[in-house]
């Protein structure tokens, strides 16, 4: 059989007491590593949830609502207040604007807002220079 440690006690002593230190290093850092886990674990079960519906406000004074989103849209401004469904449904159905990315209108099963209010994209005008060169 193959014996690759020292031969003298006096050595075979100095590796227990490196390899034990060693393993106190590592089970510090297991403990450690176990600590920071269990807290982000706690960190996300004890997180709100986000809200589920968000109207985000203009600036000035009363802060008029702009737009609304569905809570986690990801075009949602840094002025914001939640907002329950009934309230997104009745500022919608009064012709607030619907976020065109996550669609609150279709999510609530609003349909048929844009025959009703006028559209707020821009006109294309006809007329004017339209027909001259320069």
């Known amino acids: 059989m193959f014996d690759d440690l020292p031969p003298d006690l006096d050595r075979l002593r ?10 106190n290093r590592i089970d510090a850092k297991i403990a450690l590593l176990e ?3 269990a807290e982000a674990e706690h960190g996300r079960e004890s997180r ?19 737009q609304v989103h ?9 002025r914001r207040r939640p ?13 607030l604007r619907a ?4 669609q609150p209108d279709t ?14 994209t821009p006109q294309v005008r006809t007329g004017g220079y339209a027909g001259k060169t320069w």
Not at 86 to 95: I, K, N, Q, V
Not at 107 to 120: C, K, T, W
């Open 70 to 78: 569905a809570g986690t849209c990801h075009m949602i401004g840094s």
């Open 48 to 66: 709100p949830r986000p809200p589920e519906w968000v109207v985000e406000v203009g600036i000035g004074t009363g802060k008029p609502p702009v």
């Open 107 to 120: 999510q609530l099963h609003i349909i048929d807002l844009a025959g009703r209010f006028p559209s707020s």
């Open 35 to 37: 600590r920071r886990e």
């Open 99 to 102: 976020c065109t990315h996550c």
């Open 83 to 95: 907002v329950s469904r009934d309230e997104a449904r009745r500022l919608l159905a009064e012709g």
């Open 14 to 23: 100095t590796l227990r007491v490196w390899h034990a230190l060693w393993l």
